[in-house]
């Protein structure tokens, strides 16, 4: 059929197509009218226009496209409310009101983010502001999640294709807070996730300004990983670090994501002399610095002298770098190591290849210490350095306990241990919390250092888990190259609590010490415990 001369194509969208958009689109749909062999003259229409009364010049362009021209659909639909009572539209220059006074009731993003409550153009500028000049896209969605009642509760700015196709970008997310902690945020995420794996994204990508902490740990907790961190970003009164993190959609490994945009690649400096290289894997920086630390616990000798027999089965929950599982590789028949961190295994591997001790006599895997199945039993089983106090929920501690009568040997014996408080419960409830770097040690390394710091932004009341940051620097000379940044939780016990945990789930403790070097328990700096099955 033979294009209409006055408008050969009519691409309908949900709303207002900005200039870069309208070329990318163009530029995806250039076959469809390929075949008029001459310039063409295409029309971008909001749906919006279909709901309004026609201007004369509307109505006549409407007929000729619905005559003998060619519309095209916008491919990408909203995404619907995974709450029923809530309904999603598409923010336009028409809402800035709605979205202001959103904005305006709702601050606390931007008291984090900015230092500052949002400015009378804050939704302005979330409805009109262009991204970076040379940056690629399909489309800046900005979703709005409307109420019975017609107020906005939620909102969210989502950019499709951003910097590479099937990558999208979450640029801003934010609930009513009267609303947090009802689990909203979380369903309207998950829709959100949904939306962009239906429509072919295979990552979601996002950023997160370091110290504001209910969202570093939000997006932590729906499984999106750092990548790098992006240093002196001026945001309003305030200069943040930001951290770039991504989550994969289809399975794809990281270092996919970062041959598709390089830009969020960290920098990386030269490696460690004898250490693995840094990679994109957080863990990896954390692996590459851990046997640094001059303030680990001096535990190994206590470790490898409650090996039982030159024969015995060891097995090691959290083994990490092989830090303790070496030497016990050294003394016993067969010790095997589990942890989370592939990236610490890999040191592990390592250390065992250079000390020439084969896989028959010393194995690790990654593993959850909650939840395995290894097909034996063991004669000693440990977790060295308070790798116990990582767990943070009732049904985690259930799943190691039953792990443990599982594959622990008769007559066989356990050792868990955590660091004994130093100050009660009501005041570390009162004063933990700094949010402020403290300076923890240094070590010189080839060409220059590395410094140790932790931060203290977060306590959860009950049960008493402290959340620290632990942040590795390297310079080379005074030159800052690399960071690398964890937060871990280190649930709370004092020693009466400790030995009840032991003895509710089935175990008879034999040993208690409060250290390593001879202190009594609860006394020392450290709780330890030697258990064993009570049947």
């Known amino acids: 059929m033979p294009m209409n001369s006055d408008i050969d194509l009519l691409v309908i969208t949900e709303s207002e197509v900005p ?18 062999g001459r310039q063409i003259s295409p029309q ?24 003998d021209g060619k519309i095209l659909l916008s491919r990408v639909q909203l995404p619907p409310s995974p709450i029923p009572t809530l309904r999603t539209i598409e923010l336009t220059p028409e809402d800035e009101p709605l979205l202001q006074r959103f904005f305006e009731e709702n601050p606390e993003y931007f008291v984090a983010a900015y230092g500052e409550p949002p400015g009378p153009q804050e939704a302005h500028a979330a409805i009109h502001d262009e991204l970076p000049a040379g940056w690629s896209f399909t489309k800046k969605w900005l979703v709005g999640y409307v109420d019975e009642a017609g107020s906005l509760v939620a909102m969210a700015n989502v950019v499709t294709d951003l910097l590479a196709k099937d990558v999208w970008h979450i640029g801003l997310f934010i609930v009513a807070t009267a609303r947090h902690g009802t689990g909203d945020a979380q369903a309207l995420h998950e829709g959100i996730e949904r939306w962009a794996r239906d429509n072919g994204a295979k990552w979601l990508r996002l950023g997160v300004v370091r110290g504001n902490a209910r969202a570093e740990r939000y997006w932590e907790s729906l499984g999106y990983i750092q990548t790098r961190t992006r240093e002196g970003m001026q945001m309003g009164k305030l200069t943040n670090t930001v951290r770039v993190m991504v989550k994969p959609l289809a399975g794809g490994a990281i270092e996919e994501f970062l041959s598709l945009v390089p830009r969020d690649r960290p920098e990386v400096p030269r490696a460690l002399e004898g250490k693995p290289s840094v990679t ?8 590459q610095y851990y046997d640094l630390n001059p303030e680990v616990p001096a535990d190994v000798g206590f470790y490898t002298a409650l090996v039982p027999s030159p024969e015995a089965s060891i097995l090691e929950l959290g083994c990490g770098t092989g830090r303790v599982l070496l030497p016990l590789a050294q003394r016993c028949g067969y010790v095997q190591g589990i942890d989370l961190s592939e990236a610490m295994l890999a040191v592990c591997r390592d250390k065992l290849r250079q000390a020439n001790i084969p ?11 909650c939840d395995f199945v290894l097909g034996r039993t063991f004669d000693l089983i440990i977790a060295p350095y308070r790798v116990l106090q990582n767990l943070e929920t009732d049904s985690q501690l259930h799943g190691l306990f039953r792990c443990l009568h599982t594959h622990l040997s008769s007559g066989g014996t356990c050792v868990l241990n955590v660091f004994r408080p130093k100050w009660d419960a009501e005041k570390l409830r009162r004063d933990w919390v700094t949010n402020q770097e403290t300076f923890c040690w240094q070590v010189a390394v080839e060409g220059g250092r590395v410094t140790c710091h932790d931060r203290r932004s977060h306590i959860a009341p009950d049960p008493l888990i402290l959340y620290p940051e632990l942040i590795w620097r390297r310079y080379r000379h005074e030159a800052l190259v690399d960071e690398a940044v964890l937060r871990i939780p280190m649930r709370c016990y004092y020693p009466d609590e400790f030995s009840r945990l032991i003895a509710n789930h089935g175990f008879r403790i034999i040993d208690r010490w409060g250290g390593y070097a001879g202190e009594a328990y609860g006394v020392g700096p450290e709780l330890v415990l030697r258990f064993q099955r009570t049947a």
Not at 44 to 67: M, Y
Not at 359 to 369: E, L, M, N, Q, R
Request: aromatic letters at 8%.
């Open 19 to 36: 200039s870069q958009t309208q070329e990318a689109l163009l530029n995806e749909t250039y076959p469809l009218y390929l075949e008029c």
């Open 44 to 67: 971008f229409w909001s749906a919006r226009k279909f709901d309004q009364p026609p201007t004369e010049k509307e109505e006549a362009l409407r007929q000729r496209v619905l005559g």
């Open 280 to 287: 994109s894997d957080i863990r990896a920086n954390v692996a």
């Open 359 to 369: 896989v028959t006599k010393a194995h690790v895997a990654v593993g959850d210490i």
